[in-house]
């Protein structure tokens, strides 16, 4: 059932309601399926493929195509070999929820979801549904965040985000100065500086992954590391390996030098930015590869965000609101949830306790 929000022009009752279609909301939507549940996924993209069809063309996955898979349906191998692109993976996304007949609404923005004695009430733009439990699965990508600098308003040349960058062709002989020490820095790094003169700073040294090293790893690490956390244990993380998975254009880059970074700045300036010694670096673009922060906004009626900013769970259940699942955000929200293979395994587990939870909601009718 894959159609427009038009569909609801009226308030709708459900079981489960999944906000947001992309891997995390999928792969919720895959185990619900399988347990005959009644729900359904809001999605407010035009189109499948969650914030993958956003990305620039040439972004890759950390890991091969058989470790970057849903539940039930392995990712095809790219034709051209290697890691699978960001087109890639909305090809696969947009198969899968075709394959599984996944009932995805869309577009429907839901704007805010509230509270009332025996649901949740999940207001959108066109209607409201009424669902006992609600799963946000709304990710980071729609939260670009760029950290403050003294000067920050001045600059008068560009001032790009991750989420603004579609390919190197727009930097063509420019000075880029690309801001940010983790993998999408690297990645955009080894693609401008085919173009551009580059500058990249960090705020600590960046740390290239052994060459052997990919997400397989990376999510096998951080399941460990969840596991002896619950326990009281310590084990390394995937920072004791280093930061940026080296990814063929990575090591191109690393090949050709281009991996150098400065120190972070402490101020920007009218034509670049100043470090603290006294030297200044003139640029045409600063490019702030700077991360993203959980899409949360729908959820501010409930109230439940801690100090951090993140609402405080036990598993994917708020503990604040236990009618209340979180799904694909990071590692608050499960071992390594924000990735493909992640958001699948935290999926299952809270698909389990779903299903229990609105057994227990039809007895207390």
């Known amino acids: 059932m894959t159609g427009s929000e038009t569909a609801a022009t009226g308030p709708r009752l459900v079981d489960v309601l ?3 279609g992309g891997q ?29 069809q956003h990305a620039w063309p040439s972004l890759r996955l950390f890991s091969p195509a058989q470790y970057s898979s849903l539940p039930g349906r392995m990712m095809p191998s790219p034709t051209a070999g290697g890691y699978p692109s960001a087109a890639d993976t909305v090809n696969y996304l947009t198969d899968y929820e075709q394959r599984y007949d996944l009932p995805v609404l869309r577009p429907a923005n839901v704007r805010a979801v509230r509270r009332n004695e025996q649901r949740l009430v999940v207001e959108t733009g066109t209607g409201v549904w009424h669902a006992r439990v609600v799963i946000s699965a709304t990710g980071t990508w729609w939260r670009p965040y760029i ?11 560009r001032q790009l985000h991750t989420a603004d960058y579609h390919g190197p ?14 993998n999408s820095a690297a990645q955009i790094l080894a693609e401008v500086s085919t173009v551009a003169r580059t500058t990249w700073v960090t705020l600590r040294p960046p740390r290239l992954l052994p060459d052997e090293v990919d997400g397989r790893a990376l999510f096998e690490l951080a399941t460990r590391r969840h596991r002896a956390t619950l326990t ?9 390996l280093g ?3 080296a990814v063929p254009p990575v090591r191109q ?21 100043a470090w603290s010694d006294g030297t200044t670096r003139a640029c045409d673009v600063i490019l702030w590869c700077t991360g993203f922060r959980p899409s949360l906004g729908h959820l501010a009626p409930l109230r439940l965000r801690g100090p951090d900013g993140l609402i405080p769970t036990e598993g994917t259940r708020a503990l604040g609101e236990p009618r209340l699942h979180l799904l694909g955000y990071g590692d608050w ?14 999926a299952r587990d809270a698909v389990t306790e779903i299903t229990q939870q609105v057994r227990a909601f039809g007895r207390e009718r």
Request: hydrophobic share 40%; aromatic share 8%; charged share 20%.
């Open 147 to 157: 950290p403050y600098y003294p000067g920050i308003g001045d600059f008068q040349g």
């Open 243 to 245: 930061d940026i998975v």
């Open 232 to 240: 009281g244990q310590n084990v390394s993380g995937v920072g004791d």
């Open 24 to 52: 995390a909301g999928l792969a919720a939507g895959y185990y619900l399926r399988r347990v005959r549940a009644d729900f359904v996924i809001l999605d407010a993209q035009e189109r499948p493929g969650g914030a993958w």
């Open 253 to 273: 880059a690393r090949d050709r030098g281009v991996l150098k970074a400065e120190p972070m700045f402490t101020r920007i300036t009218h034509q670049g930015v």
């Open 169 to 182: 062709e727009p930097f063509h002989g420019k000075d880029v100065l690309i801001v940010g020490g983790a």
């Open 18 to 20: 999944v906000v947001g």
């Open 333 to 346: 929200t499960g071992p390594a949830s924000a990735t493909l293979i992640g958001a699948s395994r935290t």
